[in-house]
């Protein structure tokens, strides 16, 4: 007899509590959808790669570039100018009707050989200006 009274005393209590935790599933869920949209629509009004590279790069981050020497608006600089080549690249290859594929380019001899004299010339120079300045220490 007691065990059934504690089965029927408790069963109302669950019963009623799921329905309660029902709605409360869906109003949390809900709301948590609506929030996560408004942080988005606030968060990305710009949405390109640089706005995605700043929200990326933390603060130790930030803090290694600058121990290093590293200039995150050179280095985005260099990014862009790149990518405004490849566009004036693929336009004067669309003017002259031909498919320019920039990996093929980068396999081709010619191109790999007038690279490494360009980085040789390069090197060059850092290490013929570091001869200098050692020579003007002594």
């Not at 930030?62 to 080549?85: R, V």
Request: net charge negative; proline share 1%; charged share 35%.
């Amino acid at each position: 007899m007691g065990y059934d009274g504690a089965c029927h005393g408790k069963l109302p209590w669950y019963v009623n509590q799921c329905n309660v935790l029902t709605g409360c599933q869906y109003l949390v869920g809900l709301s948590t959808l609506i929030c996560g949209y408004l942080w988005f629509l606030y968060h990305n009004r710009e949405v390109s790669y640089r706005s995605a590279l700043n929200l990326t790069i933390s603060r130790r981050q930030t803090k290694l570039y600058q121990n290093k020497g590293f200039d995150i608006q050179k280095w985005q600089t260099l990014i862009d100018e790149g990518n405004a080549l490849r566009r004036e690249i693929k336009a004067i290859a669309q003017e002259y009707d031909v498919d320019w594929d920039e990996t093929i380019d980068e396999k081709d001899e010619k191109v790999t050989e007038a690279l490494k004299q360009v980085r040789d010339e390069k090197k060059g120079k850092r290490s013929g200006e570091s001869k200098k300045e050692d020579q003007e220490d002594d």
